[in-house]
């Protein structure tokens, strides 16, 4: 069935050995059959076995061989396999049955026929897992990181071409950091991944000083702010700006119109937060001496001017500023400003209550 194309049908179940295999060799019957097994722990799995079945002259590789090149490292996660003793222990095999062996046979993909064909078979694959072992430590030796070996490296271009140890499942990148996990660890002699970033934290700061160095280049100064801006936010956040609080409200926005004002508190309320909401409010501006009907619609804020409600929801008296005051919750501007509220008393909670908060100072670069 190849490689991931399906899963096995059945039960699954566990039945406890009757012997262990811990020599090189071991030659038992299994239900009339004879076999030899060859222990090679440390490949495919910790505990790996192939098996020759001399009376049919069929050689058993398990997983490793399996016409596909195979993992050192899985990507799921698992212990590091060894390289260089996977490829000795497939050129042990052919030593032993490779001159007597007919049909070679594995988990995964179908049968190779024939002496020549399964030693070449066997000569290909023991070489690929060599190769990646023997070249990596070569570009170790030479000072080459894990990322620099992986980029570097390139299989023999006649081992490149053999179809049945291409890349299909393992690749040749990761397997490379493998090998040099498995020798070398985590640290790679660079001392900046001593106590390295968490990764937000870490392409934070690469991706700042990249701005950094795009707007020492700009030539236009709106350009240059804002490269220089961005990368201040990636190292500082939002929070090292000026409080922009200190000068309260300001003498433009308490000169704001009234339609100006309602439409401003319409932007505030959070419609989705208030979507369930629906409500009629006559409002009187006394300062102004007009009249407006307010409605609240699935959580909209529309507004009428002169039109009036005789059986509103709530009555609010307030002058102008009181409208600002509720659309952003001063309650020193309700206060000095509204003058009464008849009907829902708590309409004036329900606007309030479900204000949208505007940071003077978003984020540009982070989400």
């Not at 991706?207 to 280049?217: F, K, N, P, S």
């Not at 419609?271 to 307010?294: F, P, S, W």
């Not at 009464?340 to 004036?348: A, N």
């Amino acid at each position: 069935m190849g490689i991931g194309l399906t899963t096995s049908n059945g039960t699954t179940a566990y039945i406890s050995p009757t012997f262990e295999v811990t020599d090189n060799l071991f030659e038992t019957t299994v239900d009339g059959v004879k076999m030899i097994f060859q222990f090679t722990p440390g490949t495919e799995s910790p505990a790996e076995m192939n098996t020759y079945l001399p009376e049919y002259k069929a050689l058993w590789m398990a997983e490793n061989c399996t016409r596909t090149m195979h993992n050192i490292y899985t990507l799921r996660g698992a212990e590091i396999r060894d390289a260089n003793a996977w490829a000795r222990y497939i050129m042990e095999v052919k030593d032993l049955f490779g001159n007597d062996a007919e049909v070679i046979l594995q988990s995964h993909n179908w049968p190779h026929w024939g002496k020549e064909v399964i030693n070449k078979y066997l000569l290909n694959t023991a070489a690929v897992y060599k190769f990646i072992h023997t070249q990596t430590l070569q570009y170790i030796n030479e000072g080459y990181t894990e990322t620099e070996i992986a980029h570097k490296i390139e299989l023999p271009n006649d081992l490149e071409k053999v179809w049945y140890t291409r890349q299909y499942y393992g690749t040749l990148k990761h397997n490379v950091k493998a090998v040099y996990q498995k020798y070398m660890g985590w640290y790679d002699a660079n001392p900046i991944h001593l106590d390295e970033l968490e990764p937000p934290e870490y392409a934070r700061y690469l991706c700042a000083d990249a701005l950094e160095q795009l707007g020492y280049q700009a030539e236009s100064g709106a350009w240059r702010n804002a490269y220089l801006n961005a990368a201040y936010e990636l190292r500082h956040g939002t929070d090292y700006y000026p409080d922009t609080s200190v000068g309260g409200t300001g003498a433009y926005t308490l000169g704001m119109s009234t339609k100006t004002m309602l439409d401003y508190l319409g932007i505030c309320m959070d419609a989705k937060a208030m979507e369930k909401e629906n409500l009629v409010i006559n409002m009187e501006v006394t300062d102004e001496n007009t009249k407006y009907l307010l409605r609240i619609h699935n959580g909209v804020l529309l507004y009428s001017k002169e039109s009036w409600s005789y059986n509103p929801d709530a009555t609010i008296r307030t002058s102008r500023t009181g409208i600002l005051g509720i659309a952003l919750n001063n309650q020193k501007l309700m206060d000095a400003s509204i003058e009464s509220v008849s009907g829902d008393e708590d309409v004036l909670k329900i606007l309030t209550g479900n204000l949208a908060e505007f940071n003077p100072y978003f984020n540009i670069v982070e989400p």
